[in-house]
T-cell receptor
């Protein structure tokens, strides 16, 4: 049973458009929500993260929107560029054994056409 | 900046063989995590270590074992390999000393193919 549900599975966007990826979770014990970007053959890299006491966080062209009551969060990529083409994973974490272990969503393959 | 180093990058084994994957964390990072990522799948947490002690355990098969050494590098030992063990294995490290930090830095991964 997937604890973090991510959609869409794949996304195609034109250059300059907005890419939106959505995630939902069930366990209210999660208290840290990172997004990872993964290029083929590479390890995931932390892109941006948010905690539930904040409804929105923006870093450059990347914005996380967080809805605690709905247990949903989303990633918005503004002015999408071909270099953004990658797989994006949302994750939800809680403190366990002294560190946060992320539970990943299934991933979204983003293709940005030039 | 130094990154997480994993070796080997590619490994081909036969069924029932053993494999050892190595991970060298970023200097001064004391926590190491291991993940398994199947084709088209999300990374699945296997096990983590903090200061050479097992910290958390995820979906790691009994055929696998891991440890963290005094220099903080870690090794994932996999025995009686099965076809289903073919996957990308990622190591990640983090500096636990920073309160509340969750930033894990992933290595490039080891691609294991079991024939």
């Amino acid at each position: 049973q997937q604890q973090v549900k991510q959609s869409p599975q794949s996304l195609i966007v034109q250059k300059g458009g907005i890419s939106i990826i959505n995630c939902a979770y069930e366990n209210t014990a999660f208290d840290y929500f990172p997004w990872y970007q993964q290029f083929p053959g590479k390890g995931p890299a932390l892109l941006i993260a948010i905690r539930p006491d904040v409804s929105e966080k923006k870093e450059g062209r990347f914005t996380i929107s967080f809805n605690k009551s709905a247990k949903q969060f989303s990633l918005h990529i503004m002015d999408s560029q071909p270099g953004d083409s990658a797989t994006y994973f949302c994750a939800a974490s809680m403190m366990s054994g002294g560190s946060y272990i992320p539970t990943f969503g299934r991933g979204t393959s983003l293709i940005v056409h030039p | 900046a130094a990154g997480v180093i994993q070796s080997p990058r590619h490994l081909i084994k036969e069924k029932r063989e053993t494999a050892t994957l190595k991970c060298y964390p970023i200097p001064r990072h004391d926590t190491v995590y291991w993940y398994q990522q199947g084709p088209g799948q999300d990374p699945q947490f296997l096990i983590s270590f903090y200061e050479k002690m097992q910290s958390d355990k995820g979906s790691i098969p009994d055929r696998f074992s891991a440890q963290q050494f005094s220099d903080y590098h870690s090794e994932l030992n996999m025995s009686s390999l099965e076809l289903g063990d073919s996957a990308l294995y990622f190591c990640a490290s983090s500096p636990r000393g920073l309160a509340g930090t969750d930033t894990q830095y992933f290595g490039p991964g080891t691609r294991l193919t079991v024939l």
